[in-house]
């Protein structure tokens, strides 16, 4: 059965001070990595999209990196407005999403 | 570009009722998921719709049911609703392929009492 853990739970950053987040997985078939951020209220926003192992993808201050069993999601010098819950998902077949239960980041001034 | 929209946002209602939760997917998207979120279980899929065809399930019981219209717009049923099923339903469009992204609404906020 797939399963996506994600560590940590939660996590609190000084303004500026760089970190990263791990998505551990094991699925029957990789078809894609997903990264989504969720502010309170909202559904989950898109990040990055993963396909194979070795493959980067970058945005402001986000980078995400796929290897063959975990993905990380890496932030430089965060800031207070990158406060949100990450999340990532996996797919094999189908088109469904699963999900890990997410790292609640918390930057503060 | 509207996003997708979903109504209501917040409902609630008491055990054994049943409720509709309504799903507008982008404009030219024709896959519509729909996803449960709550503290202790994080995401987990419902279903999935393509073309007024159910093309994937979850692991939910079968008081749980969908439809997808010709136009695209999908709807959600829970019947004889339970405490446990207090959530955040969201639901989500994309084009078509296997592995795309996928783009959620807001959702709707339930709560059973």
């Known amino acids: 059965e797939d399963q996506v853990t994600q560590s940590p739970e939660a996590l609190r950053l000084q303004e500026g001070e760089s970190s990263s987040l791990n998505c551990s997985y094991t699925?029957?078939?990789?078809?894609?990595l997903f990264w989504y951020r969720q502010d309170p209220g909202k559904g989950p926003e898109f990040l990055f999209t993963l396909y194979s192992a070795g493959e980067e993808k970058e945005k402001e201050r986000l980078k995400a990196t796929l290897t063959k069993k975990e993905s990380f999601l890496h932030i430089t010098a965060p800031k207070p407005e990158d406060s949100a819950t990450y999340l990532c998902a996996v797919v094999n077949s189908g088109y469904a999403l699963n999900f890990g239960k997410g790292t609640s980041l918390l930057v503060t001034p | 570009k509207a996003g997708v929209t979903q109504t209501p946002r917040y409902l609630i209602k008491t055990r054994g009722q049943q409720v509709t939760l309504s799903c507008s997917p982008i404009?030219?998207?024709?896959?519509v998921s729909w996803y449960q979120q709550t503290p202790g279980q994080g995401l987990q899929f419902l279903f999935e719709y393509f073309s007024e065809t159910q093309r994937n399930k979850g692991n939910f019981p079968g008081r749980f049911s969908g439809r997808q219209f010709s136009n695209s717009r999908s709807e959600m049923n829970v019947s004889t609703l339970e405490l446990g099923d207090s959530a955040l339903y969201l639901c989500a469009s994309s084009l078509n392929m296997e592995g795309e992204k996928l783009f959620f609404g807001s959702g709707t906020q339930l709560s059973v009492l």
């Open positions: 404009s030219g998207h024709r896959s």
């Open positions: 699925v029957s078939g990789l078809r894609g």
